[in-house]
Nanobody, 127 residues
Framework: QVQFVESGGGLVQPGGSLRLSCAAS????????IGWFRQAPGKEREGVSC????????YYADSVKGRFTISKDNAKNTVYLQMISLKPEDTAIYYC????????????????????WGQGTQVTVSS
């Protein structure tokens, strides 16, 4: 059974940093694209970043470019999202999921293309 478990969220002041983890089980993420999404209260789920399988190509939403970095450790079967210079508008529940194909593609930001969502981890940016 495929399962993703997100962790690493918390409360941080504006300008601070966090590193989120997305640990996979029942699934070898090395070969598949993994995306990070977030959902703030009253808003739709928003694509944050995606990392390809074999290519390792990365994609980012304009709102996080230059501040967030996606990476993966195939040996640990885990994808990470390093977040710096956090802003209050980054506050949301962050989720990871897979497209079940090896590439992210130009539509990587569409949540409907993803499967096996984790339970999410809360990120709150506030002073």
């Amino acid at each position: 059974q495929v399962q993703f478990v997100e962790s690493g969220g918390g409360l941080v002041q504006p300008g601070g940093s966090l590193r989120l983890s997305c640990a996979a089980s029942g699934f070898t993420l090395e070969h598949y694209a993994i995306g990070w999404f977030r959902q703030a209260p009253g808003k739709e789920r928003e694509g944050v970043s995606c990392i390809g399988g074999s290519t390792g190509l990365t994609y980012y939403a304009d709102s996080v470019k230059g501040r967030f970095t996606i990476s993966k450790d195939n040996a640990k079967n885990t994808v990470y999202l390093q977040m710096i210079s956090l802003k209050p508008e980054d506050t949301a529940i962050y989720y990871c999921a897979t497209t079940e194909v090896f590439y992210c593609g130009s539509n990587w930001w569409k949540s409907a293309l993803y499967h096996n969502w984790g339970q999410g981890t809360q990120v709150t940016v506030s002073s």
